[in-house]
């Protein structure tokens, strides 16, 4: 038996490690969500996530701008001029609207640059 490889078993080799790789590195469903940017006039940067019983939503911006949080699409709270805001919706505060996505934005509605980051983290993680 010959102990040397063909160039298309070490290419078997690799993507089997790479695969393995993948499937080891992958988080779990619910992880929190992050997500900044440098943001020009009119655009915006979102995190979403899926909520069963509780969701905290932040984010931070260098100058003032419009946050604004969804639930199934749906705009549930607004903070307009905000450089920063944090929002926590819980079942046992009886505030949390229900199961669903929700998504929380950073929108530039000013007429210069801002840089802005969101967060959402969803029942356990909170």
Known sequence: MSSKLTK???????????VSTAVLSAGPANAAQVASSQL???????????ANYQVRVEGLANKPLHFRVFR?????Q?????TAFASELRSSW???PGPGFYKVCAVN???TNN????SIRTDSEI
Do not use: D, K, R
């Open 8 to 18: 298309a078993g070490v290419a078997t080799l690799i993507v089997g490690a790479a």
């Open 40 to 50: 020009g006039p009119g655009a915006q940067v979102c995190a979403e996530q899926y």
């Open 72 to 76: 199934n699409g749906f705009a549930i």
């Open 78 to 82: 607004s903070y307009p001029g905000s």
């Open 94 to 96: 009886g505030n949390f």
């Open 109 to 111: 509605n000013t007429s």
């Open 115 to 118: 840089w802005a980051s969101v």
